[in-house]
């Protein structure tokens, strides 16, 4: 399985990015997408994952800001990211994880950078 993640950059404080992933390979139904995030110093967190159904989690730090989706047909997912703030620059990461029989696989994407600052 591989992800390949575009759609970082720079931006100023309250401005917008989209960031999209797209996986390939031998994707199993019923997995979970996400996006997490790392800044320099501190440990990788989730941001917001999605499931093939749709149900949907978000970080408390991004509820109402950020907008996460997919399309199970093209296995993409994206997060829309709105009101952006200075303390949201990290590296972003896709993730995808499935059950194969009864244990987790889990994939990541190579990371893009995102910068808020003016």
């Known amino acids: 399985v591989q992800l390949q993640a575009s759609g970082g950059g720079l931006v100023q404080p309250g401005g917008s990015l989209r960031l999209s992933c797209a996986a390939s390979?031998?994707?199993?139904?019923?997995?979970?997408m996400g996006w997490y995030r790392q800044a320099p110093g501190k440990q990788r967190e989730l941001v917001a994952s999605?499931?093939?159904?749709?149900?949907?989690v978000y970080a408390d730090f991004v509820k109402g800001r950020f907008t996460i989706s997919r399309d199970n047909a093209k296995n993409t997912v994206t997060l829309q990211m709105n009101s952006l703030k200075p303390e949201d620059t990290a590296v972003y990461y896709c993730?995808?994880?499935?059950?194969?029989?009864?244990?987790?696989?889990?994939?990541w994407g190579q990371g893009t950078q995102v910068t808020v600052s003016s």
């Open positions: 993730n995808i994880r499935f059950l194969v029989l009864t244990m987790w696989s889990e994939y």
């Open positions: 999605i499931r093939s159904g749709d149900t949907t």
């Open positions: 390979g031998s994707i199993f139904s019923g997995n979970v």
